[in-house]
């Protein structure tokens, strides 16, 4: 059974780091495209940044310049590392992978972790 754990997420000061971590098991072939995602109280969930199966990344405006996303094959996992944090930052970040099993193609998602920036 493929999961994806997440870890790393805590209470930060502003302008404070934090790296996340999302680690992937199970019935895994191959991990093509993971994503970070993160939803704040009251809005809806937004695509934070996103890395290929080749390392090309992407991400949203609002946290270009600020956050890092990459992955470690051999490791079956994918990073964030958030720096300048800000409180509009504070939300559940969740990540979410295209694993490839021995019999399709499946999009998973971690179970959630929790950034809080505040002073």
């Known amino acids: 059974q493929v999961q994806l754990v997440e870890s790393g997420g805590g209470l930060v000061q502003p302008g404070g780091s934090l790296r996340l971590s999302c680690a992937a098991s199970?019935?895994?072939?191959?991990?093509?495209?993971m994503y970070w995602y993160r939803q704040a109280p009251g809005k809806e969930r937004e695509l934070v940044a996103m890395i290929t199966s080749t390392s090309s990344t992407s991400y949203t405006d609002s946290v270009k310049g600020r956050f890092t996303i990459s992955r470690d094959n051999a490791k079956n996992t994918v990073y964030l590392q958030m720096n300048s944090l800000k409180p509009d930052d504070t939300a559940v970040y969740y990540c979410?992978?295209?694993?490839?099993?021995?019999?399709?193609?499946?999009?998973?998602w971690g179970q959630g972790t929790q950034v809080t920036v505040s002073s």
């Open positions: 979410r992978a295209a694993i490839y099993t021995t019999t399709q193609l499946i999009d998973y």
């Open positions: 199970g019935g895994i072939v191959t991990i093509g495209h």
